[in-house]
């Protein structure tokens, strides 16, 4: 079992920048960040292998956005700049535990909202 506490949401200007957090209670295969506006369906934005470190981006967001860990901390993050308005939603962060596994872990969400 594995718990992801986030942090680092808000509020910010169209522009703007922010960085969000997610600490893993423990050792993980895989992990991600996601979100969903109301109305719409839950969306990949980005995920990091833990080990080698790869990474993959949604069309959208990529050139903006950028996936980082700490390995020491147990710990993603998610640099977000040149944000715009159609990145507002609920961004949550997700984990998968063993290899070939599913995102079955999922953090709390942190409310990012850009206005115009």
């Known amino acids: 079992q594995v718990t992801l506490v986030e942090s680092g949401g808000g509020f910010v200007q169209a522009g703007g920048s922010l960085r969000l957090s997610c600490t893993a209670s423990?050792?993980?295969?895989?992990m991600g960040w996601f979100r969903q506006d109301p109305g719409k369906e839950l969306e990949f934005v980005a995920d990091?292998?833990?080990?080698?470190?790869?990474?993959y981006y949604a069309d959208s967001v990529k050139g903006r956005f950028t996936i980082s860990r700490d390995n020491a901390k147990n710990t993603v993050y998610l640099q977000m700049n040149s944000l715009k308005p159609e990145d507002t939603a609920v961004y949550y962060c997700?984990?998968?535990?063993?290899?070939?596994?599913?995102?079955?872990?999922w953090g709390q969400g942190t409310q990012v909202t850009v206005s115009s």
């Open positions: 997700a984990a998968v535990v063993l290899f070939g596994g599913r995102y079955d872990y």
């Open positions: 990091i292998f833990w080990s080698g470190g790869n990474t």
């Open positions: 423990g050792r993980t295969y895989r």
